[in-house]
Every structure is written in structure tokens, then in C-alpha cells.
């Protein structure tokens, strides 16, 4: 089902985040190595360079976490695929336009690693392409 259709089916009280997190349980950031290791020495991820400048870390759902990696991780190795729990937030966690129009998560906030559920290398194949694990909606 389309987000902007469950959306607009949404019963009641239930804002757009939540109708939205109902809906994506489970989102995806994808970050260096090297980042991810820092931040956990640190205690704290507090985002990527991009994710700085923006003032949000940026996520991606299930749907959109492939195209994500095509357009701006093309061809990088090095990097982590992390999925966390989108109820772990409230509402810090918005879904706003962004690519074509499309709603993604955005956590104006630092990721507390309580929400992280399970991190995994993101490799590439012999396509140049990312190798992702089984991803929960």
C-alpha cells in the first residue's frame, strides 16, 4: 500500500508520523564503518556529515533504502546497513517529502543505540552493487 494512501486513511486523531510508523516498524540508516564505530565508543550518534548540515538524521524505510544506496552510496565499500525501531521515538521522528515527493523518516534528535535492532556490513557484489540482508518492513 502506498504511504500517502494509508495516510489519508487514517482514522481519527492518529498523526501522519504515527499512521506512518504503524505502518514502518522497523527503519534503516546506512553509515560508514568508521562512523558507527566512533559513535559507539562514544556512546552517541548524533548523525552523519550530512545529517549535521540538515539538522536530522536521515532514514530510510524498507522500500527506499535500496534506492537510497544507488543514489547516494553508489559503489562504496565500508559501510553498515543499521535498523532501528521507529516506536523507540515520538516526536522527534517526522515522515517528510523528500525524493520525488516521497515521505521519509527524518529524527530530529540523536539516535539513542536502545533503538538499534540489528546492524550488518553492506557489501558490494561483483556488480559494483550493495548486498543487503533481509529487511523487515
Known amino acids: 500500500m502506498d504511504i ?3 495516510l489519508r486513511q487514517s482514522p481519527g486523531k492518529t498523526s501522519h508520523s504515527e499512521a ?3 505502518l514502518t ?8 564503518e568508521t562512523l558507527w564505530r566512533e559513535a559507539k565508543a562514544a556512546g ?6 550530512i545529517d549535521l548540515t540538515d539538522g ?7 522500500t527506499q533504502v535500496k534506492q537510497t544506496a544507488a543514489l547516494y552510496f553508489a ?12 516506536g523507540k521515538f515520538g516526536d522527534e521522528l517526522v515522515f517528510e517529502p523528500s525524493r520525488d515527493g516521497a515521505l521519509f523518516p527524518h529524527l530530529y534528535a540523536d539516535l539513542p543505540f536502545s533503538a538499534v535492532l540489528w546492524e550488518a556490513p553492506l557489501p558490494l557484489d561483483v556488480a559494483g552493487q550493495h548486498i543487503f540482508p533481509d529487511l523487515a518492513p
Open 75 to 86: 559503489g562504496q565499500t565500508g559501510l553498515m546497513l543499521v535498523a532501528v525501531d521507529s
Open 20 to 22: 506512518i510508523m504503524t
Open 44 to 49: 552517541v550518534f548524533r548523525g552523519a556529515a
Open 4 to 6: 500517502a494512501v494509508a
Open 25 to 32: 516498524p522497523t527503519l534503516y540508516k546506512i553509515v560508514t
Open 56 to 62: 536530522y538524521i536521515h532514514f530510510s524505510t524498507a
